[in-house]
């Protein structure tokens, strides 16, 4: 090997060793559930995402990408979201626009997976193997999750549905459900992230009041907003720390009670402490 070569061989190896790691991409799928409707979740830092319908949407994204930048972790952050909206919407209607590479993407469907055949998983699996196929076209490792959402109270306690007068778990568990046949039928489908689960647990530990309608205990915390049926800043704030140790791996209790979006939010740091502590127990599966 010649000098020149060498030296050119060295500075290229030198470059590469020093050039910094690409950000990883992530994309959000959804609706009000991911955009965070009734909440000041839905205009939280707008500036940190990318909002691909340009609505100045923060939501759960924007969360997301609030912890990435404490847990030092670089992920460039998009949204595409519209309300009240299955993932077949996104797929007919929204081709277009997230139709690219991603290294994650989030889909998060209907709260009650079909608008008119409620706990039917048909349409939503359908949908979400169409997505992941088209996915999986622009980048064959693409990872992609299904958001297994949570339990609606309007549906379990007052209003006429297959969940009314079941326990408060049971329209989340049946969502899960839901989100495990999408993962057989169509199994290059990634996995699934258990957010109403991470809520079943909340209500189980007595760290959120299972039923809004008999008043808030003290002490507890209510995790939807005032229609009992989106989340509230708590309940969001759930589901953003469950879909972050979730897709990154990383233990969201080392966070800590004075995590920055937590307290943006209002939010009390001794239950900042406990979501923390509960979203990693949901996702490694330990029980406290």
Known sequence: MSGKFRRWALIAVALTASAPAAAESILFVGNSFTFGAHSPVM????????????????????????FAEEAGQDWQVSLETAPGRDLAYHYEQKRKAIDRRWDVVVLQ????????????????????GLLTAMLRRANPRVRVELVSTWSRADLTYRTASPWRGKPITAMADDLATGNAYALRRYPEISGTIP???????AWAERVADPNPYDGVAFGQVDLWSWDQYHASAAGYY??????FEKITG???????????AGIDLGLEPRLIGRLQA???SEVTGVTP
């Open 43 to 66: 205009r939280y830092r707008p500036d940190l995402v990318r909002d691909l319908n340009r609505e100045g949407i923060g939501g759960v994204p924007a969360l997301f990408k609030t």
């Open 109 to 128: 469907g209907y709260s009650t997976l079909d608008a008119q055949r409620l706990g039917d998983p048909m349409r939503h699996a359908e949908a979400a």
């Open 195 to 201: 957010v109403g689960q991470a809520w079943n647990r």
């Open 238 to 243: 759930l589901e953003a720390l469950v879909v």
């Open 250 to 260: 990383f233990d969201v209790r080392r966070l800590g009670e004075q995590e920055r």
């Open 278 to 280: 509960i979203a990693h």
